[in-house]
């Protein structure tokens, strides 16, 4: 079984200001957000991941430095990942959740529709081929979750993908093993298996 | 088998003063949490549920009668549907909980959630709304979608929310959802 692990980035300057931030920026992570990534990357550790990509913003390249470094591995920066496409209101104040929006708000405030992340991530998806670990976005990640569970925006509002949270999903099925986790359980730790290429308990 | 919309009870006094109650009395609801369950009772009028079901906790069958006001359908109590004990630290505020695990801590555990909300989901038959606790409705939503309480972190059901299963197929159709879907609502037969 193989398994792509998305994992959010963590908290950052841009989430702190509330300022929707995708392109042309420098917004590091907090020293919150650096020990919420260290923290995830310490769940990853024992796992037999192969590949990398991280988002090009640099909330996402941050991240993906510091779970690198854990895994001995280098990012490939992937654009369809990138952070929802905010158009005009690019650099601008908003305090609330993307996600909470209508389509037709985000229409009216430029910002890229429900479908376009899906449509992004889907792609993306169907390329992975082995164990990997994805650096990306809240929306990104909770609108791919949501398809795969077959629920639109209405339907999935609870679903909430935290700062550094880990959504693991199978490849090719895309059946969700864990949805916005901070701790991944010993028995899933069973199930992914581990470096050494042993699923521990199996003989 | 049946369809269930799951309801998370209103905000209540033990939400404001941040007191974890298992108590079936004490913390009604406020009028903030009025509203809340009055917007979600809106949104299913219309539909024909053939009962509401209630937690037997006082914050559920505020929830309950507001709902069954708005939409003339009748109510009875469960027990099943009832919040997670809390043990000792029961009326205690959340700061007082200490690090670790439900069972460490002497709440209920996952299982026994688990156990009695599988079990009230196998009872029902045709449509109906049961209104509950955030932990109950979490755990219900989490079997169906075969994940265990760490991997189910990412689902946040809030006060005044709706989720929806069909317990036959197991399929989940909202996950604490502020308004019943344009597809969900066609589906059900509503306004």
Not at chain 1, 2 to 27: D, M, Q, W
Not at chain 2, 158 to 163: E, N, P, V, Y
């Amino acid at each position: 079984m193989k398994y792509a692990i998305f994992i959010r980035h963590g908290e950052s300057e841009s989430n702190v200001l509330t300022i929707l931030a995708s392109r042309n920026e420098s917004y590091h992570l907090t020293n919150k957000g650096i020990s919420q990534v260290k923290r995830t990357a310490s769940q990853l550790h024992d796992l037999d991941i192969k590949s990398m990509y991280t988002s090009p913003v640099t909330r996402a390249r941050d991240t993906g430095d510091i779970i690198a470094k854990e895994l001995n591995l280098k990012p490939e920066v992937r654009e369809e990942i990138r952070e929802t496409d905010f158009g005009k209101s690019e650099g601008k104040l908003f305090p609330g959740k993307i996600s909470e929006l209508t389509d037709e708000e985000r229409g009216d405030m430029g910002i890229e529709s429900w479908s376009s992340h899906v449509n992004r991530m889907r792609s993306f998806f169907s390329g992975l081929r082995e164990n990997s670990v994805i650096v990306s976005h809240g929306f990104l990640i909770k609108a791919f979750v949501s398809d795969l569970l077959q629920l639109n925006s209405d339907e999935s509002y609870g679903l909430t993908i935290r700062f550094a949270s880990i959504t693991i999903v199978t490849i090719p099925d895309g059946k969700l093993l864990t949805i916005g986790s901070v701790v991944l359980s010993k028995e899933l730790k069973e199930i992914l298996g581990n470096k050494s290429g042993k699923h521990t308990g199996d003989f | 088998m049946a369809t269930i919309f799951l309801i998370r009870h209103g905000e209540s006094e033990a939400n404001v003063k941040e007191v974890l109650s298992d108590s079936l009395e004490g913390y009604p609801l406020t009028e903030k949490g009025k509203d809340e369950i009055r917007r979600i009772s809106l949104q299913l009028k219309g539909i024909k549920f053939d009962k509401i079901i209630s937690s037997p906790v006082l914050r559920a069958r505020e929830s309950a009668d507001i709902i069954s006001k708005v939409t003339g359908i009748r109510i009875e109590v469960d027990e099943r549907l009832r919040e997670s004990s809390m043990g000792v630290y029961n009326n205690k505020h959340y700061f007082e909980l200490p690090e670790g695990g439900r069972e460490a801590k002497g709440l209920e555990s996952w299982d026994s959630i688990s156990t009695r909300m599988v079990d009230f989901s196998r009872n029902q038959g045709g449509t109906i709304i049961a209104v509950s606790h955030q932990i109950t409705i979490r755990v219900l939503l989490a079997h169906f979608l075969q994940l265990g309480e760490l991997e189910s972190y990412g689902l946040d059901i809030s006060k005044g929310t709706l989720s929806v299963i069909d317990s036959a197929s197991g399929k989940v159709s909202a996950i604490g959802s502020m308004r019943l879907s344009e597809r969900l609502k066609s589906r059900m037969g509503g306004d």
